[in-house]
């Protein structure tokens, strides 16, 4: 299969190596990383030790139509990444997001229509360098199947060939609302209180403020007629934070560069969507207003 991976940071870089194993890839992201790919080989290093030569550009000028664009890009950005897309003349290419947060299957269907896949994954992956990406685990990933269950299938099997773990499902709105509350619930706290995920844990008022900010969420999903996996959504979100113990969350890592988080599309969006159903959202808003202060002033 012919990919393109829109979106080289740490996700892109790390699913494209691995995608590259079996399948043609071309990597879109900023210039000092697509350049030291081009020059030097993507270095995969982790749960997986690899050097993979793939195509690594700035745009997608003068590509050739793919069989599946692959979203990565942050979610503040799928705007501009999906204008971008939409100017090629690539009709018969599917489309699937594996970004954070709410409402970038929305925007992605408004390029692609039925031919636009939602999708999660838990894989653990970190830019260390420009060109050298750390993999702490493939994780699981699910692909959406509520349009176009072929469809889903066919990206399924590219992944699964690459040795990822992958389900299909009907209900994939649910599991992006379920990854969009863990990382509600984990990612401002750490970026606020500049820890790693598994110290949230370590306190009894901010593990109480992690479960109260989760039964927010869940409210909200619930108002939303989004029905979440079953089980209770602050177990998920504290064996998550147990489970990438030592990670610094990517929201933590923003802040420490000085750059733009994606506060807006979780805790933001939740208390967007709360809103418009009368849902009170006051943990998720003091969260995100916190965090918005962090960010630089150029984005505020």
Request: neutral net charge; charged residues 20%.
């Amino acid at each position: 299969m012919r990919i393109v991976v829109f979106g080289a940071g740490s996700l892109g870089c790390g699913l494209g190596g691995l995608l590259a194993k079996r399948h043609d890839v071309v990597l879109i992201g900023r210039k000092e990383n697509t350049d030291a790919v081009r020059e030097q080989g993507l270095r995969l290093e982790g749960e997986v030790e690899a050097k993979v030569g793939l195509d690594a550009r700035e745009t997608i000028d003068g590509l050739s139509q793919p069989d599946l664009v692959v979203l990565t890009t942050k979610a503040y950005q799928t705007k501009a990444a999906v204008d971008a897309l939409s100017a090629a003349p690539w009709p018969d290419t599917l489309a699937v997001t594996l970004q954070n947060g709410l409402g970038n299957l929305e925007v992605l269907r408004g390029w692609k229509g039925a031919k636009a896949f939602g999708a999660t994954t838990t894989m653990g992956a970190t830019l260390v360098s420009p060109g050298n990406v750390r993999l702490s685990g493939l994780g699981r990933t699910v692909v959406g199947a509520d349009l176009d269950e072929g469809g889903a299938r066919r990206i399924a099997e590219a992944f699964s060939a690459c040795g990822l773990k992958v389900d299909v499902r009907r209900d994939i709105a649910g599991e992006i609302w379920a990854k969009a509350v863990v990382n509600c619930c984990i990612n401002p706290l750490t970026a606020i209180l500049r820890v790693t995920n598994g110290r949230l844990l370590e306190s009894a008022p901010v593990s109480r403020l992690m479960s109260d900010i989760c039964i927010e969420c869940s409210a909200v999903a619930l108002a939303a007629c989004v029905a979440l996996p079953e089980g209770r959504m602050i177990d998920r979100v504290r064996a998550v934070a147990e489970d990438t113990a030592g990670n610094r969350s990517s929201m933590l890592r923003d802040v420490e560069l000085g750059r733009r988080t994606e506060i807006a599309q979780l805790n933001g969006a939740v208390c967007r969507v709360g809103s418009a159903h009368g849902i009170p959202t006051p943990l998720n808003r003091a969260v995100a207003a916190m965090v918005e202060a962090l960010e630089p002033a150029t984005v505020q």
